[in-house]
């Protein structure tokens, strides 16, 4: 019986056994996973600073030290566009070198990696459970818990052209919204280059050829030299975050957790990940419930933001007030920095934003 187990060893389960074990060494963590690791996972790459604010937290520090930060953010909507610095500079590290690092950090710290393909919640023996498993995930499924709605999405490599070298470029669609294309500079000669937008029941789902189109139509040569694409689902985040009340808790995108606005999963995975694992070690120690402990660790910290996401996202349907925020983010750094702020940690809709949107308008 171990004390923990988590189902995933993704940036959300390596982050859960983080957050346990900085609570209690002492606890017997297990991480299960279907594949071996440094294994490939199709996403965007995008790695906000906040992010590594997070696990510096927990001791672990460096873990991309030897990658190249970016600090230019291009957004573009038709022949409106914003190109500023942000506050902070990303990363975009692949997540085969990104996960396979955290995951190592986990093992590091006392947990125990094992790779297995789990299909039921009975497999598990653990005095508590965290699914950490991703869009597809089988805890969750095995909860009982419905998915919000979905975005899907194909990412390559392609090589770096020199008008977007040094950035992430992000050219939204003229329909379909949320829909947008990407290309950021890894700054290796490379770039993590995409196309994603939201599902709809009234429509059919896109193909892959149709998905290429379009990142070539928003990003013209983006898929010249390209390779590796893939395509993925990503469950986003809707109005209110309702988790399941039970002794298993959910993490990441397991648990619905992407950004409605951006598709940022990152960041969310690791946040629910060490709140989910320090509530898991507290629990244990307390022999109470870690889901209300969770829960309300996860409310405090993403409860207004995922509201203002959603508001967000409900928003920008409509191409005029996605013309009016990048034309108050070209106006303003501020207004900049908090849109940045928005789509890529736990930033909210804030007064200077507002009246941005209103002096954009005019």
């Known amino acids: ?3 923990l187990v988590i189902v995933g060893a993704g940036p959300a389960g390596a982050s859960a056994a983080l957050g346990a074990l900085a609570v209690d060494p002492g606890l017997s963590v297990l991480l299960v996973d279907r594949h071996d690791f440094p294994r490939d996972k199709t996403c965007g790459d995008g790695i906000a600073p906040h992010v590594f604010d997070l696990l510096a937290a927990v001791g ?9 930060p970016v600090r230019r953010f291009v957004l573009t909507a038709g022949e409106v566009g914003v190109e500023r610095d942000m506050a902070r500079p990303n990363w975009v590290v692949p997540r085969a070198v990104f996960d396979h690092r955290l995951v190592e950090a986990a093992q590091s710290a006392g947990a125990e990696l094992v790779r297995r393909r ?3 919640l009975a497999e598990l023996d653990g005095r508590f459970v965290i699914g950490a498993d991703g869009a597809q995930s089988v805890v969750r499924r095995e909860l009982g818990v419905p998915s919000g709605p979905v975005a899907l999405a194909i990412r390559g490599y ?6 977007r070298a040094a950035s992430q470029v992000i ?3 003229a329909g379909r919204q949320p829909s947008y294309a990407w290309s950021f500079d890894r700054g290796d000669g490379w770039s993590n280059v995409g196309y994603g937008e939201r599902l709809a029941a009234d429509r059919p789902h896109p193909t892959r050829a149709e998905l290429l189109s379009q990142l070539d139509a928003l990003l013209p040569g983006a898929t010249e030299g390209g390779g590796d694409w893939h395509g993925h689902h990503l469950p986003l985040t809707g109005w209110s975050w309702r988790p399941p009340k039970s002794t298993v808790l959910l ?3 397991a648990a619905g957790l992407i950004n409605p606005m951006t598709g940022e999963g990152i960041y969310y995975a690791v946040a629910t990940g060490l709140l989910a694992g320090r509530a898991a070690a507290e629990s244990l ?3 109470q419930d870690p889901s209300r402990r969770y829960n309300r660790s996860v409310r405090k910290l993403l409860g207004r933001h995922i509201r203002h996401t959603a508001l967000t996202a409900y928003l920008t349907n409509s191409s005029q007030v996605l013309t009016r925020g990048i034309r108050a983010a070209a106006a303003d750094q501020a207004v900049f920095d908090d849109l940045v702020e928005l ?4 930033g909210t809709i804030t007064p200077r934003l507002l009246r941005g949107l209103l002096a954009a308008r005019r």
């Open 285 to 287: 120690q307390s022999k």
């Open 60 to 68: 672990v520090t460096g873990l991309v030290d030897d990658w190249t």
């Open 1 to 3: 019986m171990w004390d």
């Open 171 to 173: 050219a939204y669609g």
């Open 343 to 346: 789509g890529l940690a736990e």
């Open 251 to 253: 993490a990441g995108d």
């Open 158 to 163: 392609a090589p770096t052209p020199p008008a």
């Open 118 to 120: 789990v299909r039921s």
